[in-house]
C-alpha cells in the first residue's frame, strides 16, 4: 500500500512530493525526525485533491506552517506532512475610503503581511510586528501581543475539511480564546480574510516601533527557539512564574532556558525534542511545588512520542 501511495501522490504532484525528509530544517527550534512523505500543494483545489487522496487511502496527515510554535518528535512525523507551497503565500486588497478586506494566503510570513498594511496605512495587526510564522500558524495559534490578538480582526477563513471539502467559517464562529482557535478537526486553513482599518501611518509605525524593541529587549536571538513555551496564566506571567522559582537558566544537555527571558527554551545546538520537553516538565513540576500552578504549554508536541 505505501508504494502504491507514494506512486499516486507523485503522479497528482510531481516534484512536489518528496520522502524521507529531515523536518529539522522546517522547524524554528531546529529540532524534528524524518517525514514520511511531505507534500507542497499550491492552490485550494490541490489541497482538496490531495485530502481527497489521502483519505481514500487511509492515511494520516499533518499540516505544518512555519514551523513556529511546535516541537517536532526525534522519531518524526508518520503519514503525509502537508506543508503549503508558494502558491499559498499572497496577499489580495479590497480597498475602500476607511477600511480594507484583506485576503491572505495561509503561507504568507505573518511579518510581511503585518509590514504590507503598514505601507498601505491600515491598522489592527501592529502588535504582530516581529511575531514569527505564517499567516496560517498565526491564526491556529490567535497569535497575539501587547494586548492585540488576531482574533480581533479576522472575519473569516477558508480551506479544506477532512472530506476534501472546500469550506468557508466565519470568524465568529471559530471558537477563538487566548492562544487558541477552534477549527473542525482536521480542517486545513488554506487562506484568511481580514478586516482592517484605516489609520494614521505615523501612529502605525510607532506602535510597530514598540513592538520590535520590546521583543528586542526581551526575547533571546541567536539562538534557535518555538517562542514562548508555555501560557500565561490568568493574570500572571509564566516567564516571571519561572525565574522566581530558580529555573532561569537551566539546562538539559543542549535545551537550556533563556537567561535573557524564562519562558523561551533555546537550542544551544543540537537540542533534541526530547530533552526540550524534558526540561518542560521540569520547570512544572517546579513551579507546581512553589506556587500550586500547572503552567499549560503554548507549543504543540507532534509526531512519534
Given amino acids: 500500500m505505501q508504494t ?23 522547524s524554528s527550534f531546529r529540532i524534528g525526525g524524518l517525514a514520511d512523505i511531505l507534500v507542497e500543494p499550491n492552490s485550494l483545489e490541490e489541497l482538496q485533491t490531495l485530502i481527497c487522496f489521502v483519505t481514500e487511502e487511509h492515511e494520516p496527515f499533518f499540516l505544518l506552517g512555519g514551523g513556529t510554535n511546535v516541537l517536532i518528535s526525534d522519531n518524526g512525523i508518520r503519514g503525509v506532512v502537508i506543508r503549503p507551497g508558494r502558491g499559498f503565500d499572497y496577499t489580495e486588497w479590497k480597498e475602500q475610503p476607511r477600511s480594507a478586506m484583506v485576503t491572505v494566503g495561509a503561507g504568507r510570513s505573518l511579518g510581511r503581511f503585518v509590514r504590507e498594511a503598514a505601507r498601505k496605512e491600515y491598522g489592527g495587526v501592529e502588535f504582530a510586528e516581529g511575531i514569527p510564522g505564517t499567516v496560517g500558524g498565526g491564526l491556529l495559534m490567535n497569535a497575539g501581543a501587547f494586548g492585540g490578538e488576531l482574533s480581533d480582526v479576522v472575519q473569516a477563513v477558508s480551506g479544506v475539511n477532512s472530506a476534501g471539502q472546500s469550506v468557508r467559517l466565519h470568524g465568529a464562529d471559530l471558537g477563538f480564546a487566548y492562544r487558541k482557535t477552534v ?109 500550586q500552578v500547572w503552567l499549560e504549554p503554548e507549543i504543540r508536541r507532534v509526531g512519534e512520542w
Fill in 183 to 291: 477549527l473542525p478537526k482536521q480542517f486545513i486553513v488554506g487562506e484568511v480574510e481580514f478586516h482592517l482599518s484605516r489609520k494614521n501611518q505615523t501612529s502605525i509605525a510607532a506602535s510597530m516601533g514598540q513592538a520590535r524593541e520590546k521583543r528586542r529587549r526581551a526575547q533571546p536571538h541567536g539562538y534557535p527557539n518555538a517562542g514562548s513555551i508555555f501560557k500565561n496564566p490568568p493574570g500572571m506571567h509564566a516567564g516571571r512564574m519561572i525565574e522566581a522559582v530558580g529555573c532561569k537558566g537551566t539546562c538539559n544537555g543542549p535545551a537550556k532556558i533563556s537567561e535573557q527571558h524564562a519562558n523561551f527554551i533555546v537550542n544551544t545546538g543540537g537540542a533534541t525534542a526530547t530533552q526540550v520537553w524534558q526540561l518542560m516538565e521540569h520547570v512544572q513540576r517546579v513551579v507546581w511545588q512553589a506556587m
Fill in 4 to 26: 502504491e501511495l507514494k506512486a499516486g501522490l507523485v503522479h497528482l504532484f510531481g516534484r512536489y512530493v518528496r520522502f524521507g525528509v529531515p523536518l529539522a530544517q522546517y
